[in-house]
Antibody, heavy 123, light 108 residues
Framework: QVQLQESGPGLVKPSQTLSLTCTVS??????????WSWIRQPPGEGLEWIGY???????MYNPSLKSRVTISVDTSENQFSLRLSSVTAADTAVYYC???????????????WGQGALVTVSS | EIVMTQSPATLSVSPGERASLSCRAS??????VAWYQQMPGQAPRLLIY???TRPTGIPARFSGSGSGTEFTLTISSLQSEDFAVYYC??????????FGQGTKLEIK
């Protein structure tokens, strides 16, 4: 059974770059059967999809965050990473990594999630 | 961007009773809707995809229905562990994938 685990700093200063890594175990990112996403949830609020990456390096981002987001993959380490630049307090959230399953020719849903990492933006 | 609107925001139901949660899309998303359950302090858990398909391991008391713009998650006989927040998600038109704002199911 696949497991995902987020790691990275829990505190980031305003205007700096948030960086998180998701380590995948129990399955290979390179299998090609899945896409790999980042999703966030501000405290007490709902879920916001940030973007995804395929093992080839192909990405797609939420247009609302596109100018600040970079998602990358390291297949040798079975990891994928998130970088979010120029952060403000509004970026304070629990950040989840998740495995996306494609439903035919449509988009996808998320069948496996990491436990989440709280990142606080504060000076 | 497709907006998913869930109602009600909070639903109070007694254990053993039936609960129906609604999700409306701002435009048709066919049957490309998933439902998730989130317990406090935990990651969401997939309950339904394709509007009505349960993944392996999800109890049969959870069922989904709908197509187009109107969707419903039904829990046939509430157990104590079902009191949580539920989210719908559309994956028909992206980017972005979008979620509803959630329905909190609480014990009456």
């Amino acid at each position: 059974q696949v497991q995902l685990q987020e790691s990275g700093p829990g505190l980031v200063k305003p205007s700096q770059t948030l960086s998180l890594t998701c380590t995948v175990s129990g399955g290979s990112i390179s299998s090609g059967s899945y896409y790999w996403s980042w999703i966030r949830q501000p405290p007490g609020e709902g879920l916001e999809w940030i973007g995804y990456i395929y093992y080839t390096g192909s990405t797609m981002y939420n247009p609302s965050l596109k100018s600040r987001v970079t998602i990358s993959v390291d297949t040798s380490e079975n990891q994928f990473s998130l970088r979010l630049s120029s952060v403000t307090a509004a970026d304070t959230a629990v950040y989840y990594c998740a495995r996306e399953v494609r439903d035919g020719y449509n988009g996808g849903y998320f069948d496996s999630w990491g436990q989440g990492a709280l990142v606080t933006v504060s000076s | 961007e497709i907006v998913m609107t869930q109602s009600p925001a909070t639903l109070s139901v007694s254990p053993g009773e039936r609960a129906s949660l609604s999700c409306r899309a701002s435009e048709s998303v066919s049957t490309n809707v998933a439902w998730y359950q989130q317990m406090p302090g935990q990651a969401p858990r997939l309950l339904i995809y394709g509007a009505s398909t349960r993944p392996t391991g999800i109890p049969a008391r959870f069922s989904g229905s709908g197509s187009g713009t109107e969707f419903t998650l039904t829990i046939s006989s509430l157990q104590s562990e079902d009191f949580a927040v539920y989210y719908c998600q559309q994956y028909n038109n992206w980017p972005p994938y979008t979620f509803g704002q959630g329905t909190k199911l609480e014990i009456k």
